[in-house]
């Protein structure tokens, strides 16, 4: 009987890995057009083209075969909103690319369609580990964008007095409308009215927003108290 060659198991390993992530991507494919509820074993082996047995040998359950889509759900998510942010500096331009990169990934799943929109009304009230799931990864992206905003704060650039959390809401409704208006209403002009929704809440919570032709820029605002609010809002980069 010929003997395992010392180097063989880290093949089968990484092998089974690579089959593992495979699979979990035709599952997040699957999922942003059927949901999560609709997502099985059955019809996950059908479009991996692979056996029931094959697939089930991988996660071992429906409801781990749904966590496992929404933790690489959220991990690309990261990586395409939260991580490029960081290159631009501290306070309200790290906060813009934040919600720059936010509205360009909702733009690109208008078609697909975004899993923590879908799965938060597939879920709402149906407690469990996959709502459990959901609800906290949206908790930590929102605890992100809430660090900004106060960066932003401790920055100057946005009003000594602002409510972060406030603003936190009102920049997430701003997606969800997104969502709504350009998935379900097909509205021509949802993009317009993001970037404009997300100019007038910054002016409001202290920041002045100039626009040039590329692109809306930060500029200096005085530190002088705002007549109607009497507050300072001094915005330097």
Known sequence: MASRSIGSEPRV?????????????????LATQIGLEGL?????????????????AHF???EELQLSVVR????????E???PALKADRGLPRLQALFE????????????????ISGAAEFDDRPGPVRDALASSVKTWLAAVYRAVMQAREQGHL????????????????????????R????????????????NILLRYGAQVSNSPTKKTVARKAASPSPKSGRSAKVSI
């Open 72 to 79: 690489e759900y959220h991990e690309r998510f990261e990586n």
């Open 40 to 56: 099985s074993i059955g019809a996950l082996a059908e479009v991996a083209h692979m056996s029931k047995s094959g697939v089930f």
């Open 60 to 62: 071992g359950s429906r």
């Open 101 to 116: 990169n936010w509205t360009r990934r909702t733009s690109a799943e208008i078609d697909t369609g975004c899993l923590y």
């Open 81 to 83: 909103v939260f991580y």
């Open 184 to 199: 379900f209403l097909r509205s021509a002009k949802s993009l317009d009215r993001t970037a404009k929704g997300f100019e």
């Open 13 to 29: 390993a990484h092998k089974g890995q690579q089959t593992k992530a495979t699979i979990i991507d035709a599952a997040l494919r």
């Open 159 to 182: 009003a000594a007095d602002m409510d972060a959390q406030q603003m936190v809401f009102e920049l997430h409704g701003l997606i969800l409308a997104l969502q709504y208006e350009a």
